[in-house]
């Protein structure tokens, strides 16, 4: 058996990979920890590591697990902007699950617009508390509204099929455009013509807050911004700060830049330790949820799959389709 050690295990991980593993002769040793420089010791023993969104795969993780004889590192998710894959490079192969379900994302970001547009979450607190009162309730049409769609890859793909099926205009931005018809425009004009801008891009050295203070300034007011893609597309605090002057009227946020210390975490019994998160939190047209938009169990089960394959590939000498090569410049923190 090759064994790996699988780091930030939750038990829906456990779930869909004891399903597959024995098929691809595998045993895993599963740690609740996060994989970091600290932590990463802890596979020594083990041929390989499986780590997720939020583990610390740095030069001195990396330089700790081949000190340990780890021979692979197989990210259980598609974005890898964790990894220093300058200092993996001819050292550790890294490999990645590029697909699993667009749609499980698409249709999470689609779920945050329909929410903050119709205000669902407040009705179902309201009528729960037998509140049948629709004060406050007042949304808008998707029907005819214009999406800016920024980064059509796979799950941006999906994302501006379902709001053609809604009747919206689609407009978007990438700077390698798909084949096919779909208005392209730039950046700037995007930005200005969007009444929702989905994020749905890589986060790189040229999309790290590609939502500021000045990008905000040059959208129509009450714009709603969602990001299902990386928290450091957008600069938090001027986030907060269009929201609270009003400029932007609500923002549906899967991923936060400092989400780390906390997302997949139960703190419901302690004082947040992240004011901007909290003052996020507390915003009546702010929703947050905790990096879940890839939790379906069709996404757990292609992603348990895909993840034991390259691993398996790596162990019994095989080509690593999935392998992040670099390019010109590798993605940052
Ligand atoms: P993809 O590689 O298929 O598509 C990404 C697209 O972004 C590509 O078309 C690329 O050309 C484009 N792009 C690159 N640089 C850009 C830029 N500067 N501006 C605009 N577009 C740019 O990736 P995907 O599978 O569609 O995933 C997109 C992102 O979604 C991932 O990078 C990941 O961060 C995120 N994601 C989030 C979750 C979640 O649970 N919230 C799950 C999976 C993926």
């Given at each position: ?62 330089s ?11 990210l ?37 617009l329909?929410t ?9 607190i ?12 007042v ?8 999406v ?10 999906t ?44 986060l ?63 703190l ?28 379906t ?37």
């Open positions: 058996m090759n064994k790996v050690a699988f780091f930030d295990t939750k038990p829906y991980d456990k779930i869909y990979f004891d399903e597959l593993k024995s098929k691809y002769g595998i045993e895993i040793e599963y740690f609740e920890s996060k994989l970091s420089p600290r932590t990463a010791v802890m596979a020594k023993g083990s041929r390989g590591v499986v780590a997720f969104v939020n583990d610390d795969i740095s030069k001195e993780t990396i700790v697990l081949k000190e340990n004889g780890i021979e692979i590192i197989a259980r998710c598609a974005g890898y902007n964790n990894v220093d894959l300058n200092a993996a490079k001819d050292n550790i192969p890294v490999v990645r699950v590029p697909e699993y379900s667009p749609h499980a994302i698409s249709e999470h970001a689609m779920a945050l329909l903050l547009v119709r205000k669902t979450h407040k009705a179902y309201r009528t729960r508390d037998y509140n049948f009162s629709l004060n406050g309730f949304g808008f049409d998707l029907y005819g509204k214009t800016g769609v920024v980064g059509t890859g796979k799950i941006g793909m994302f501006v099929e379902m709001c053609r099926g809604m009747g919206m205009n689609v407009i978007a931005y990438d700077p390698k455009p798909s084949q096919g018809y779909l208005e392209y425009v730039p950046l700037e004009e995007l930005f200005a013509r969007s009444d929702v801008i989905s994020l749905h891009c890589p790189t050295s040229e999309t790290y807050h590609l939502i500021n203070n000045y990008s905000i300034k040059m959208m129509k007011d009450k714009v709603i911004i969602l990001n299902t893609s990386r928290g450091a597309l957008i600069d938090t605090e001027a986030l907060i700060e269009g929201i609270r002057s009003g400029k932007i009227g609500g923002a549906g946020l899967d991923v936060y830049e400092e989400e780390s210390e906390f997302f997949y975490e139960d419901s019994e302690s004082i947040l330790q992240d004011d901007i998160l909290s003052r996020l939190i507390m915003m009546p047209n702010v929703l947050v949820t905790s990096h879940q938009a890839f939790l169990h069709e996404a757990l089960e292609r992603i348990a799959e895909i993840t034991l394959g390259n691993l398996k590939s790596c162990f019994d000498g095989e080509k690593l389709e999935n392998e992040i090569v670099i390019k010109k410049k590798s993605p940052v923190k």
